[in-house]
């Protein structure tokens, strides 16, 4: 019994010890490392980003000059046509019966002009009939070529090169000069035109931004834009700024751009939607990256690192983004260290590990590889 006791005892001893010895071997955490960051002033780009309507350089609408029923569609939606090309076909048969009594009048009025002549000639007859009768027969030509024309009004072309829209009427519809719907709308796509508006305010940015003593010359002096397409992603050809109303609109406060891209591969399409993105050149930015930035409770604010690497959050002012950075206007000054990544495992005066980021040692590192391989 005595040597079980004992036994314990020095298991018990034991086992102090070795608890003991765990946490004399413990380290000590120290402070950790983060990616930092120095502030430098530099040129950058933003986008101004406006909400645009798309049309076609020409969306002519094809109306009929007569009444009559469509006897022919010679296009379909959607397909491409050349200037001249048929496209509709009235039928004519009461047209041609009234082009055929016209064509009667005139050929009457014509003999009654040849009977007269003569009989003037002669003095038989005075003159004011003959004068009476040829006036008769200019009335009739007119009333005959006017039924011709209406006749000709009945093969409809397109007026310009473009993409066919709906067909709302079809073969056999009764159509007039006076409905409401066109046939349809023919739409010169090869070069786009986008539609957009800036408010008062943005006016005036856009004309003291731009050089040029008169509006023309400011929009000739803007850089090209982009077309940022539904689906997000960036039309591959760039425009430019072609026009702009000289006057804002009272009810809306705004004042209409137009900005034309080419369209060669008829891609963008009349009636469609995008957003312009009309580039800025920013002179000496403050630029940080997005996920330095932490949003609390509406404020934006960044950790910058103190000398003895103690970090202090600060609230900033941000303008706008410039690719994956914001521009901030206040709360940072060229030299000022940040942290650009962790940030929301941080609080003040807490100390850290300065190291600088990945994206900024790998050209130094790439740099040195090069010149191991040369030796």
Same mark, same amino acid.
């Given at each position: ?88 076909? !009235? *039928? /004519? ?6 082009? &055929?009594? +016209?064509?009667?009048?005139?050929? #009457? $009025? ?19 009939? !003959? *004068? /009476? ?6 009335? &009739?030509? +007119?009333?005959?070529?006017?039924? #011709? $024309? ?20 079809? *073969? ?38 731009? *050089? ?164």
């Amino acid at each position: 019994m005595r040597n079980k006791s004992f036994l314990g005892a020095v298991a018990a001893m034991l086992m102090v010890t070795a608890c003991g010895k765990k946490q004399e071997q413990a380290p000590q955490m120290g402070p950790m490392p983060f990616p930092v960051q120095t502030i430098s002033q530099q040129d950058a780009v933003i986008y101004e980003e406006y909400t645009a309507n798309l049309e076609g350089q020409q969306n002519v609408e094809i109306r009929p000059k007569v009444t009559g029923f469509i006897q022919k569609v010679y296009v379909d939606e959607g397909q491409e046509v050349k200037k001249g090309q048929l496209l509709f076909k !009235l *039928e /004519t048969q009461t047209l041609s019966q009234d082009a &055929a009594a +016209a064509k009667a009048n005139v050929d #009457a $009025a014509q003999v009654e002009v040849d009977r007269l002549k003569p009989l003037v000639d002669r003095k038989i007859i005075s003159n004011v009939q !003959l *004068e /009476t009768a040829k006036a008769k027969l200019a009335q &009739a030509q +007119a009333s005959y070529s006017s039924v #011709a $024309a209406n006749i000709g009004y009945a093969t409809i072309t397109s007026p310009v090169n473009g993409v066919v829209g709906g067909l709302p009427y079809k *073969e056999g519809s009764l159509v007039s000069a006076t409905m409401q719907d066109p046939l349809t709308t023919v739409a010169d796509t090869k070069i786009m035109r986008a539609y957009f508006t800036m408010n008062e305010k943005q006016m005036l940015d856009f004309t003291r931004e731009f *050089e040029g003593n008169s509006l023309a010359k400011k929009i000739a002096n803007t850089p090209d834009v982009n077309l940022l397409l539904i689906d997000g992603s960036v039309y591959e050809e760039k425009g430019r700024i072609r026009t702009v109303n000289g006057l804002i609109n009272p009810q809306t406060g705004t004042t209409e751009f137009r900005a034309e891209f080419p369209n060669p591969q008829s891609i963008l399409r009349s009636g469609s939607s995008g957003v312009v993105q009309l580039p800025i050149q920013k002179k000496n930015a403050i630029l940080v990256p997005q996920n330095a930035v932490m949003d609390m409770q509406g404020k934006q604010m960044i950790y910058i690192v103190n000398k003895d690497n103690t970090v202090k959050s600060t609230i900033i002012q941000v303008a706008t983004t410039s690719g994956l950075n914001y521009i901030v206007t206040e709360g940072l000054n060229p030299g000022d260290v940040i942290v650009v990544e962790g940030a929301t495992k941080l609080r003040d005066g807490q100390q850290i590990v300065p190291q600088s980021k990945k994206e900024d040692a790998a050209p130094a590192q790439a740099a040195d590889t090069a010149a191991s391989a040369k030796k």
